[in-house]
């Protein structure tokens, strides 16, 4: 079964009840006991920053940071330029920002599945599913 690559919006749904998909990302999120996930180092940056600016909490951004450096331990993707020159065609291509075309780089360089809570910019496109798409497929 192919690797989960998990977006900010996956990770901050697992420990916010407000956040849209919430019960399916802590569901998919509880899962990593079992089963390895792949982040973006991106996405330490972005869960950390919701947690300090967005619900006032260096504790939360702590946990959460830890949270995904142990779900992900060996699979934490940093820029390189082959991820680099892949985000900026993705981007231009689909008309992605920056941030969400490295996801969907990466998923692709790595032949992982992207599951994101952008149902917007990534699923509706076709370029991610959802923790419930996830959770309903088995993974």
């Given at each position: 079964?192919t690797?989960?690559l ?12 407000r ?9 998919l999120?509880a899962?990593?006991?079992?089963r ?35 779900a ?22 689909h ?45």
């Open positions: 079964m690797l989960l998990l977006d900010a919006n996956v990770w901050l749904a697992s420990r916010n009840n956040e849209d998909g919430h019960v399916a990302a802590r569901r999120v899962t990593a006991a079992r390895p996930f792949a982040a973006l180092d991106l996405t330490l940056y972005e869960v950390a920053n919701i947690a300090v600016k967005a619900w006032r909490s260096a504790a939360a951004a702590q946990r959460i940071t830890d949270l995904v450096r142990a992900c331990a060996r699979n934490i993707v940093g820029i390189d330029g082959e991820l680099l020159a892949r985000t900026i065609a993705v981007a231009d291509h008309g992605l920002s920056a941030y969400d075309a490295a996801y969907v780089a990466a998923a692709e360089i790595n032949g992982w599945t992207l599951v994101s809570g952008d149902r917007r910019d990534l699923v509706g496109p076709g370029l991610a599913i959802t923790a419930e798409q996830a959770l309903a497929a088995g993974y």
